[in-house]
T-cell receptor, first 115, second 115 residues
Framework: AQSVTQPDIHITVSEGASLELRCNYS??????LFWYVQSPGQGLQLLLK??????LVQGIKGFEAEFKRSQSSFNLRKPSVHWSDAAEYFC?????????????FGTGTKLQVIP | DTGVSQDPRHKITKRGQNVTFRCDPISEHNRLYWYRQTLGQGPEFLTY????????KSRLLSDRFSAERPKGSFSTLEIQRTEQGDSAMYLC?????????????FGEGSRLTVL
């Protein structure tokens, strides 16, 4: 069964500092990988996705993530955090073949940004 | 593209009552998902439709829960004889067919409080 682990429940960074949110997945083959962001009172929004090809993917709002097959990881990064980035971030994994299509989410990492 | 809409946004009910939530997906999306999210957790898969066919139900979904998508457009999620443990945010998402099926577009959710 597919699963996602986000080891950090809560992270605090200073505005302007760099950010890395960790994600490890378990899946039998090469998965589709996603990062979603959820701001208070808002629905989840897709930040970026990895399907295949270049293992470094760029997303919206200046975020990027790197797929590392050897480490089963898909960590999210941003070089300089803005106060508006404060939100909860979810890593997700989905199957990369046709048919059954269930996306499994991690438990999330809540990001706090301090001045 | 008006996005995924859910109704009602908030529902407060007494234990034992029935509640129904509605989801209107993005019009060209043939896949529709229901997730449940509780505080401090990531979205938890409940069920999934492709067009009007319900292709999977989570084992976590008791027989008090039923979902329909009668014409392959909007969907309803009904909870019968609600219990306090049903209190959660119920999220609807839709997506395009594979290979982009894992890219989910979420509504803002329907928050259920069972007293």
């Amino acid at each position: 069964a597919q699963s996602v682990t986000q080891p950090d429940i809560h992270i605090t960074v200073s505005e302007g500092a760099s950010l890395e949110l960790r994600c490890n997945y378990s899946y039998g083959a090469t998965p589709y990988l996603f990062w979603y962001v959820q701001s208070p009172g808002q629905g989840l929004q897709l930040l970026l996705k990895y399907f295949s090809g270049d293992t470094l993917v760029q997303g919206i709002k200046g975020f990027e993530a790197e797929f590392k097959r050897s480490q089963s990881s898909f960590n999210l990064r941003k070089p300089s955090v803005h106060w508006s980035d404060a939100a909860e971030y979810f890593c997700a994994v989905g199957p990369n073949s046709g048919g059954y299509q269930k996306v499994t989410f991690g438990t999330g990492t809540k990001l706090q940004v301090i001045p | 593209d008006t996005g995924v809409s859910q109704d009602p946004r908030h529902k407060i009910t007494k234990r034992g009552q029935n509640v129904t939530f509605r989801c209107d997906p993005i019009s060209e999306h043939n896949r529709l998902y229901w997730y449940r999210q509780t505080l401090g957790q990531g979205p938890e898969f409940l069920t999934y439709f492709q067009n009007e066919a319900q292709l999977e139900k989570s084992r976590l979904l008791s027989d008090r829960f039923s979902a329909e998508r009668p014409k392959g457009s909007f969907s309803t999620l009904e909870i019968q004889r609600t219990e306090q443990g049903d209190s959660a945010m119920y999220l609807c998402a839709s997506s395009l067919p594979d290979p982009k099926a894992g890219e989910l577009f979420f509504g803002e959710g329907s928050r259920l409080t069972v007293l």
